[in-house]
């Protein structure tokens, strides 16, 4: 049975000497601990990133963390701290555990602990709860991964607000669990209008005729490596679009592929069993793929102060 795309279990491996941030402190990860109180546990009521580390430098830090706080706001979350207060807290972790290489992370913010644990935010005292968790991860799969169309709908932002990353993963959950069960890498979900929205963790990108078409952020995240790689294509002078996208249009494209932190660039090459191209990475996708690993080792924060 195939994989996900977002990472693979089994070739992901936690760092065994991992400390865990939580709440200002490093704890050895086996050893990290929070409330049975807390409100991401109780009501997935937090926000978190995913952020990734290539070559000494945590790529994007500065768009993940705009996102975290602005997830945040949305939430009314006061996370205490400025925003490059949080940057540093952050790469003062990654050099104490002297992060450097294929590492994937992610900082989590709860509203904090909530007795009795009742809905009304006002139970909770004490400020937020923040933890930094992380594993190595290894490169996207380049063979491309199988998906089925699952029958859970992404939700309507007038429900929640796509744009917001929160620890609320319920019905992407319940679309992987229909990809497992299926025996597929993936689940693509359609918004409540039955177009194309995203994959379980990832956003997606089809490509008709030359042309990069990706699904309007309405019904999904608003990905970084999804606006990175419409730069890219731009740049490499594709013509890209943002709108809606029928599964019709899924079966027709020459080519589809998956973004995301974890995901990188990923090839589709199955949907609902029907080969997509000629069942392998197409030559837009391959091409995409090698600008984002030049960027992604090119820019980014640099772990180690620069003197
Ligand atoms: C539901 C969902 N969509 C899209 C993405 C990709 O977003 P990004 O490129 O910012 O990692 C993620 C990332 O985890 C996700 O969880």
């Given at each position: 049975m195939g994989t996900s795309a977002e990472s693979t279990p089994g070739t992901t491996t936690t760092a065994p000497d991992l400390r865990v941030y939580v709440n200002g402190e490093l704890v050895p990860a086996g050893e990290a601990r929070i409330s049975v109180f807390d409100s991401g546990l109780n009501f997935a009521d937090g926000v978190f990133e995913g952020v990734r580390v290539y070559g000494g430098r945590v790529f994007r830090l500065e768009q993940h963390v705009k996102r975290l706080y602005e997830s945040a706001n949305a939430f009314e979350i006061?996370?205490?701290?400025?925003r490059n207060e949080f940057t540093s807290v952050v790469l003062d972790w990654l050099r104490a555990n002297q992060i450097r290489e294929n590492f994937h992370f992610r900082p989590i913010v709860t509203r904090g602990n909530r007795?009795?644990?009742?809905?009304?935010?006002?139970?909770?005292?004490?400020?937020p709860n923040m933890i930094f968790v992380g594993a190595s991860i290894e490169p996207a799969r380049q063979s491309g991964v199988r998906t089925i169309i699952s029958s859970v709908r992404q939700i309507n932002s007038a429900a929640i607000d796509a744009r917001i990353k929160s620890l609320n993963y319920g019905n992407n959950l319940l679309a992987r669990l229909e990809s497992v069960r299926r025996g597929a890498d993936d689940a693509l979900m359609l918004d409540d209008a039955g177009f194309l929205a995203e994959a379980s963790a990832a956003n997606l990108f089809l490509v008709k005729d030359g042309c990069v078409l990706t699904p309007w952020a309405k019904a999904c995240l608003d990905g970084i490596t999804r606006r990175t790689v419409m730069d890219l294509a731009t740049a490499q002078g594709r013509a890209v679009v943002e709108r809606d996208l029928s599964v019709t249009e899924i079966l027709n494209a020459d080519e589809v592929f998956l973004t995301g932190t974890g995901t990188e660039i990923t090839p589709v090459v199955e949907v609902e069993g029907r080969r997509i191209g000629d069942g392998a990475a197409g030559a837009v996708t391959l091409s995409l793929q090698e600008a984002y690993s030049e960027v992604v080792r090119s820019e980014g924060t640099p772990i180690e102060a620069v003197p």
């Open positions: 006061d996370i205490g701290m400025s007795f009795p644990p009742r809905l009304d935010p006002r139970f909770c005292s004490g400020g």
